[in-house]
């Protein structure tokens, strides 16, 4: 389906984000969030193709290239459970992150086939509905 971005201030993402419990650190325009993993382009597409991001941002962050700190862009995709984080270097080639907890679930169906997904690492709760996975 299609939606229209909308402009949100960065401190309206990292509030929202942030109440999620998952990411340690929003990091700032110039600073990555932490934690951070890098991942191939197929761990990428597994979660960008779920769909529309919550949130998306445009930043200048700082690498350290030597001894001389070098800024380069990156986009991030903001999901529920998740950031997405694509670099580009100056031949732009691109680096992919995932940001935030790696979370380990524990998982509780309920017999409406209501599902509960907790991480024992970082808390943070997922519900999935049974709509979600299969038309009604
Ligand atoms: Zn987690």
């Not at 997405?84 to 790696?102: A, K, P, T």
Request: proline share 4%.
């Amino acid at each position: 389906m299609p939606e229209k971005l909308v402009y949100v201030k960065p401190i309206e993402i990292k509030e929202a984000v942030m109440k999620l419990g998952w990411l340690k650190d929003f990091g700032s325009f110039n600073r990555i969030p932490q934690p951070f993993m890098k991942i191939n382009d197929m761990e990428f597409a597994e979660v960008a193709k779920r769909g529309i991001p919550e949130y998306m941002e445009y930043r200048m962050v700082a690498v350290t290239e030597g001894d001389m700190d070098d800024y380069i862009p990156a986009l991030i995709y903001w999901y529920n459970d998740m950031g997405l984080m694509i670099v580009f270097d100056e031949s732009n080639l691109m680096e992919f992150y995932q940001l935030g907890c790696q979370h380990d679930y524990d998982e509780k169906i309920d017999d409406k086939g209501r599902t509960d997904l907790t991480c024992k690492l970082c808390g943070f709760v997922d519900v999935i509905y049974k709509e979600e996975i299969k038309e009604v």
